[in-house]
């Protein structure tokens, strides 16, 4: 059974940050591509401060239009330099405020490029030590981005969602599948179980999946997204998980040798 686990969401993407921030431990913070602009960054960060969460930016291809979940063709070049334009910017306001950015983590198609493409998950890593080799980076468990990051000696963080589902591979179900996203709390709640008890995820097709889980998501940008917040903190509370942001002496999951990328870690 899981000890601790950090709780994200996805923040500053219009959304009502302010009623999900009392339950999570960090937040991904979008950097004016996918979402946001220079004010609502600053106005997300200061909410973040105010409530002790644990500041990460959240780079995404630019494209306002399809909410960055569609992918953009880009060669690796253009990728380190998206990725460190964005998380430059969001770590120039921390500077503003005496604040520091503490990870990194990929939007929406980015993300699930990194998850699969070492290129790009190699490009994103590169970008992540140029800005801050103090940074944690953030990607799918088991997948090619926490592991361009271990190999440049990044400090990774392997991550499952609370309301996603995922094929048997590992992977998330694509979003143009119906049953992609977990619309009630119960069967969310059930997944969470699974992560924190076993360490794994029951596929759509079944079968059980080990995933090594650093860091739990819950996306901020669905409508009821303050409740499963609520339900998730209580029973990861009930569970007796501590609910906490990593840091440089965070220990690593005592179920973290039992992802699906193999290996002691």
Do not use: W
């Amino acid at each position: 059974m899981l000890a601790r686990i950090d709780f994200n969401c996805d923040l500053g993407e219009g959304c009502d940050d302010a009623a999900v921030l009392p339950f999570i431990s960090s937040a991904n913070i979008a950097c004016g591509a996918h979402a946001g602009d220079t004010d609502t960054m600053r106005r997300t960060l200061d909410l973040c401060l105010r409530h002790g969460v644990a500041v990460g930016a959240h780079p995404a291809f630019d494209d306002r239009e399809h909410f960055g979940r569609r992918e953009v063709a880009l060669a690796p070049s253009q990728i380190h330099a998206l990725v460190a334009r964005q998380v430059e910017a969001l770590m120039r306001i921390a500077d503003e405020r005496g604040a520091r950015v503490a990870h990194i983590k990929p939007h929406g198609a980015l993300y699930n490029l990194a998850a699969r493409n070492e290129s790009v998950a190699e490009a994103i890593a590169q970008a992540v030590r140029a800005a801050d080799a103090n940074l944690y980076l953030v990607g799918l468990a088991g997948s090619a981005l926490p592991a361009a990051g271990t190999a440049i000696g990044l400090r990774v963080l392997h991550e499952v969602f609370a309301e996603r589902r995922y094929e048997a591979d590992g992977t998330l179900t694509p979003r143009t599948h119906a049953d992609a996203v977990i619309h009630d709390i119960d069967p969310a709640l059930a997944q969470v179980r699974g992560i924190v008890h076993d360490g794994c995820v029951i596929a759509r097709s079944g079968e059980r999946v080990a995933l090594r889980a650093d860091t739990l998501c819950l996306h901020g940008d669905r409508p009821d997204a303050a409740d499963f917040a609520l339900a998730v903190r209580a029973q990861l509370d009930t569970e007796g998980v501590t609910v906490a942001a990593p840091t440089r002496q965070t220990p690593l999951s005592p179920l973290a040798g039992k992802g699906r990328d193999g290996g002691d870690r």
